[in-house]
């Protein structure tokens, strides 16, 4: 069967699982569809441990033939960033941009490297050879949080309105932002030749600041194209052309393409909303990004359940994926924490915020991208031929799938309370 089929039947079985949800479960879809396909990957193993080996084998197959790794941080990750800056209303955004700005970028390092150095010195007191840098590495990696899961799972609860800017402003540019971080490590961690401090202080300001100059030079050069025409097709086709070639065309040029999507999506959103797109379009436009949007992570998180095929568990992974889980709750909640204190020196703020935005940190897709993006071969195990790329992959596994499915599906009563609390002010 060919990727495409693969990709074809995957996208038939998330609207499926979509549907059934819709009429029996009433859980919100994200969850819906990555318990559906774990609960999947689990019939599947258990078929395969009592005499259905080809069952297992076939899908494995199936799924190794897709590179998860590209077809997200190369691939869709475009269009779901651009859909998600295209509801970022810019008047909150000013309202709330400090707090953004300090939670995507201050707190990320802060998360990053409280997950580094105390991983390292977990595994230390548990004699695994787990190098310093491949523990930044894991913090690099998940401590953004995933603007996909956050936007498809809190942002249709209806939070209050400045927790939800913060929480939609933050996931969107701390994505950009963490995968620079990301990228900076990995080239300290797997480069041929020795980086300097000069030499990774270029590299991340080319990726951070040329993302966001060639996102604003996007949303310009789109917003006269737009508004050249009144022509409903066309300027939706447009829009296109933004996370297809526009998203491919950074990494060409060095520059972050995640920052430049989110970047030119709030341009297009908010500017060319207003003036340049007729007056037919702008509904048009809203169902026409929704309708992407929702296609395109019902693949993706069917695709987060079904990785599980594809890993094997030893003693030591388990004994990490256990401890990733509560390393990376205590990492976003301090970074949170230590952000409010400063915050709460210039204006009052629901009591809440520190526990949504915590609980509300969700992980996702981007994260397991990230991971697979690590190099197979460098061995920490001997003995059981463990290497870090299985490490990372499985604590990744582990904080995903415990952020998607138990902090996705019990963040409901911590926003009503603040929804609560936000409205005795009134």
């Known amino acids: 069967m060919t990727v495409y089929a693969t990709l074809c039947f995957l996208a038939a079985a998330a609207m499926l699982i979509t549907f059934l949800n819709s009429k029996i479960g009433k859980m919100q879809s994200t969850i819906a569809i990555t318990a559906g396909s774990l609960i999947l990957s689990l019939l599947i193993v258990i078929a395969g441990k009592n005499g259905f080996s080809p069952l297992q084998e076939i899908a494995s197959e199936q799924l190794a033939k897709i590179d998860f790794n590209s077809f997200l941080l190369n691939g869709i990750l475009g269009f779901l960033l651009f859909a998600g800056g295209l509801g970022i209303k810019l008047g909150n955004i000013k309202d709330q941009k400090w707090e953004i700005a300090v939670l995507a970028l201050g707190a ?58 913060q929480i939609e ?88 393409g995640p920052l430049a999507m989110v970047v030119s999506g709030i341009m297009i959103g908010n500017w060319t909303r207003i003036n340049g797109f007729s007056k037919e379009s702008i509904k048009l436009l809203d169902h026409f990004w929704e309708l992407i949007d929702e ?33 990376t709750l205590t990492a976003r909640y301090l970074s949170i924490k230590f952000s409010y204190v400063a915050f709460k020196r210039f204006r009052e703020y629901n009591p809440y915020s520190v526990s949504v935005l915590t609980w509300g940190g969700l ?64």
Request: hydrophobic letters at 55%.
């Open 108 to 165: 990320t390092l802060f998360s990053t490297f409280f997950i580094g150095y105390v991983l390292f010195y977990i595994c230390q007191f548990l004699d695994f050879q787990f190098d310093l840098i491949y523990c930044l590495l894991f913090g690099a990696l998940i401590s953004p949080t995933d603007p996909i899961a956050v936007l498809a799972i809190v942002k249709k609860l209806n939070a209050p309105k400045r927790i939800s800017t």
């Open 169 to 256: 402003g933050e996931s969107l540019f701390n994505d950009g932002f963490g995968l620079v971080i990301f990228v900076t490590l990995y080239s300290i961690a797997f480069s041929d030749t020795q980086p300097t401090a000069l030499s990774i202080t270029e590299l991340f300001l080319h990726e951070a600041i040329g993302g966001i100059i060639y996102g604003l030079a996007l949303g310009l050069l789109f917003h006269y194209l737009i508004s050249a025409t009144n022509d409903h097709s066309m300027e939706l086709l447009l829009t296109l052309g933004i996370p297809s070639a526009g998203y491919v065309f950074a990494p060409i040029i060095g520059v972050s």
């Open 295 to 327: 296609f395109l992570n019902g693949i993706l998180f069917l695709l987060i359940g079904l990785s599980m095929l594809e890993y094997s568990f030893h003693r030591e992974d388990w004994v990490l994926m256990v401890i990733a889980v509560p390393l």
């Open 363 to 426: 992980r996702g897709g981007l994260a397991l991208a990230m991971a697979m993006a690590i190099p197979a071969g460098v061995i920490i195990i001997p003995s059981k031929q463990i290497d870090v790329r299985e490490i990372i992959l499985v604590m990744t596994y582990s904080a995903v799938f415990f952020s998607i499915l138990v902090q996705g599906s019990t963040i409901t009563p911590l926003i009503n309370k603040a929804k609560a609390w936000q409205e005795k002010q009134k």
